[in-house]
């Protein structure tokens, strides 16, 4: 692939590109042309392709090859790797599952994976991790995901399909066009817009949002976080607690019943559950009105005011939207569930620019109608092990194999899990309650990892097997709701011994019986072309042509037509009887039958306020003062490419920077850019802090992803020296209901760090030795097969 400076296109989940390159060298990214607002991310592209943290070779954990699966699995994180062969490291991998299968079946096999890994659709890592088991005879999985897990689980009981968490909102088009007031819990946070599973050709989010403002809409904030909502929307900020969302909306909704300002003809006609959610509302169940009073007393809205934007959205054509991170959190189900209601209260669900909606900003494609055929998507076939379980209770199935569970309905035992397989994700950045992840991490007898670098998923690993990146490769790029499909040209050759995790599996397949079966007889092209070809076929039976796959490929896009004017449940609206919601009613459930079955204390029938575990009101606010918000960074996606330079610029002395108020920061002789440790009974990190009055008192603002470097690896309760928040995060289901990650829902206290700093070491390898235990030499590097 050498040769004079050239561009080849590409594309990634922060934006399509051109990569410029010289003797295969990438030495610039350009966005594409058609972009308004490239990310930021970008530029780090060609930092993390080279970066010294990549995997240079098949590496296996130096006590799991000397004793065996099982016999040292508390080393992990501290032992030293040796390189191997990619010859003896397929072969131990294929040994070790043939083991592991014949012992205990294939539900002792974990095939994890949780995460975005590639843009492009066929090298998708979990995809093709998940063809390659089910292959093999299946495994345990997963179900939902780490974003919205718990609304996934509680919209299908309220309105019939999890489609509006997932983006299956109402346009842009039409809040232009309609909507007089829109009120956003937790705001519309542009910076998360950056990104877009599958890759974006068009950030617009912020176009978007300015043409809604100058078409007139008035904005209002609620969030504890003044920059969760651009500064040119002018919004009025209701600065509220953390997860006290739900007890705001409530006393919203109070206020409208009680002046007469609520819809009851729709409430009637389109809900079931009214009546006993209005009881509950008005205090009739429990002897407590949700008033204004009520509500103030726990967000710390002055009621004057939550009162003042009751009658401002019943005088409005009002939109009711909540962010993802809002159900990230102790009993996340009823935020979603409470903005519904307030939308039915109100009475505009259906109507043009009203009603409610969810994840405005909080990826790119958030706000566009989706195309009307199927993205490609590389097939995994069925999973012929009927074992999953809750995407986010993974710590609880390694500490409690065979334990008892509940989800959703269902009572379910957790598998007993031997081997862990991951490929495209890393757990050590977004699993919460990072030491007790430690702590889990040791119960399998084997770990195997693909990774391009050494991230600390891969540290805590027995055997990686060295991946390559998308620049790497050929694949096809594709987002259900951007209007182009990417030609993502291979753009430089792989670095070091890295291969394609497909290439990876069509070997293993082959030791293990299966290639045919799972190539299908295609490469890496024969699938790539085969893909865009079902594509075609599916797009051309709703009338859209594409064109033919060599001309796709020689201009490195294809266009989809635009298309917009869609109203959320206008259907629903129009015709309630015809065209009835997925519910057991066929209607809006504010009180839901099935839920009431369930029993659960946790997730009552009808939208509640429960007191969380940990929250400013708490008892424990005591010890720890400030309410954690491990919102998402600006800076790299989840924790992709925290390597690179748009990253590490923002690190303060090395560490992940957060935010206080500046009060916060003065009790306790706090400085901007002091180094501080963040800790509680989970854990502690150092991180930087920058003094800002966006942030609300008794709230630490501190993103997530800064790559985990325990000061002593493989310890339980090593200080973080880097600022991973997930150290001190809490790890428990929203309900038993969802499941779901509660993130939010976490308590620290800050003071200042003394003494020397420690080194941040996560950027480098980890030791690597000879089979002898002297350091490794790269001076004659392997060809990969």
């Not at 379910?412 to 994700?425: F, K, M, N």
């Not at 306020?609 to 424990?620: K, V």
């Amino acid at each position: 692939m050498t040769g004079g400076r050239r561009r080849v296109p590409h594309s990634s989940h922060w934006g399509a590109f051109a990569a410029e390159v010289t003797a295969d060298r990438l030495v610039a990214v350009h966005p594409h042309p058609d972009d308004p607002e490239p990310a930021e991310l970008l530029a780090s592209i060609p930092d993390a392709l080279d970066s010294p943290a990549r995997v240079a070779a098949p590496s296996v954990r130096r006590g799991w090859l000397e004793h065996g699966p099982g016999a040292t699995s508390d080393r992990r994180g501290a032992d030293p790797f040796v390189e191997v062969s990619w010859d003896e490291a397929l072969d131990l991998v294929a040994a070790e599952l043939t083991r592991v299968r014949a012992e205990h079946g294939n539900a002792a096999i974990f095939g994890g994976s949780y995460g975005w890994s590639s843009a492009g659709r066929f090298h998708h890592a979990k995809t093709q991790l998940g063809r390659f088991l089910n292959g093999f005879g299946g495994c345990t999985g997963q179900v939902h995901n780490y974003s919205y897990a718990a609304a996934s689980a509680i919209l299908p009981h309220v309105v019939g399909t999890a489609g509006p968490t997932a983006g299956e909102v109402t346009s842009w088009d039409v809040l232009e066009e309609h909507t007089g007031l829109w009120v956003m819990f937790g705001g519309t946070p542009v910076k998360n817009a950056q990104v877009e599973a599958g890759g974006v050709v068009r950030h617009d989010a912020v176009e978007r949002l300015r043409a809604i403002h100058a078409a007139g809409t008035e904005f209002v904030l609620v969030s504890p976080l003044r920059d969760d909502a651009p500064d040119f929307l002018d919004a009025q900020w209701l600065a509220v607690r953390p997860n006290t969302d739900t007890a705001l909306m409530l006393g919203l909704a109070h206020t409208l019943v009680v002046e007469g300002r609520h819809d009851e003809e729709f409430l009637t006609r389109y809900c079931t559950g009214w009546d006993r959610f209005r009881a509950y509302l008005l205090g009739e169940t429990d002897g407590r009105a949700k008033s204004a009073d009520w509500a103030a007393r726990i967000a710390d809205v002055p009621a004057p005011d939550i009162v003042a934007l009751a009658r401002r959205m019943a005088a409005h054509r009002t939109l009711i939207s909540a962010t993802w991170s809002l159900q990230r959190a102790d009993h996340g189900e009823q935020p979603f569930w409470m903005a519904i209601a307030l939308a039915a209260v109100l009475g505009q669900i259906g109507l043009p620019g009203g009603g409610f909606g969810f994840a405005y900003g909080d990826a790119a494609s958030i706000g566009h109608r989706r195309y009307p055929f199927p993205a490609p998507a590389l097939p995994t076939g069925p999973n012929p092990t009927d074992s999953w379980i809750p995407v986010a209770r993974i710590v609880d199935m390694l500490l409690n194999p065979g334990g008892g569970y509940d989800f959703d309905g269902e009572r379910r035992r957790y598998p007993d899990i031997r081997l862990v397989y991951w490929a495209g994700g890393n757990p050590f950045h977004h699993h919460q309650d990072l030491n007790r992840l430690v702590e889990g991490w040791r119960r399998p007898e084997t770990v195997i990892v693909h990774e391009p670098w050494w991230t600390p998923t891969a540290r805590y690993a027995d055997i990686v097997l060295p991946a390559t990146t998308t620049l790497e490769r050929n694949d096809l790029g594709a987002s259900s709701r951007d209007r182009f499909l990417l030609a993502m040209h291979q753009v430089v050759p792989p670095r070091g011994q890295a291969r394609n995790d497909h290439d990876i599996f069509v070997d293993l397949a082959g030791r293990l019986g299966f290639r045919e079966t799972f190539t299908e007889g295609r490469d890496e092209l024969g699938w790539i072309r085969h893909l865009y070809a079902r594509t075609r076929t599916a797009a051309a039976g709703q009338g859209i042509t594409l064109p033919d796959f060599d001309t796709f490929w020689r201009d490195g896009q294809a266009e989809i037509p635009a298309s917009g004017g869609r109203v959320l449940l206008g259907d629903f609206r129009a015709d309630p009887v015809g065209r009835p919601l997925r519910t057991p009613s066929g209607r809006i459930e504010l009180w839901s039958q099935t839920i009431a079955d369930f029993g659960y204390d946790d997730c009552p029938p009808h939208p509640a306020w429960l007191e969380p575990r940990e929250w400013l009101g708490a008892d424990l606010a005591t010890r720890y003062p400030l309410h954690l918000v491990s919102n998402q960074p600006r800076t790299r996606l989840h924790g992709q490419l925290d390597m690179g330079r748009v990253s590490r610029a923002s690190k303060i002395e090395g560490r992940e920077p957060c935010r206080m108020h500046p009060a916060d920061a003065a009790e306790r002789g706090i400085g901007d850019g002091d180094v501080v440790r963040v800790h509680n009974d989970r854990g502690a990190c150092l991180a930087g802090v920058r003094l800002d009055p966006a942030v609300r008192r008794g709230v630490l603002q501190l993103s997530t992803g800064a790559w985990y470097d325990p000061l002593r690896p493989g310890v339980l309760g090593a200080l973080d020296v880097h600022g991973n928040a997930n150290t001190l995060t809490a790890d428990h289901g929203t309900s038993r209901l969802g499941q779901g990650p509660s993130a939010h829902s976490a308590l620290v206290e800050v003071e200042v760090f003394t003494g020397p700093l420690p080194p941040i070491t996560v950027f480098e390898p980890p030791p690597l030795v000879g089979r002898s235990g002297r350091p490794a030499n790269h001076d004659q590097e392997e060809s990969a097969p």
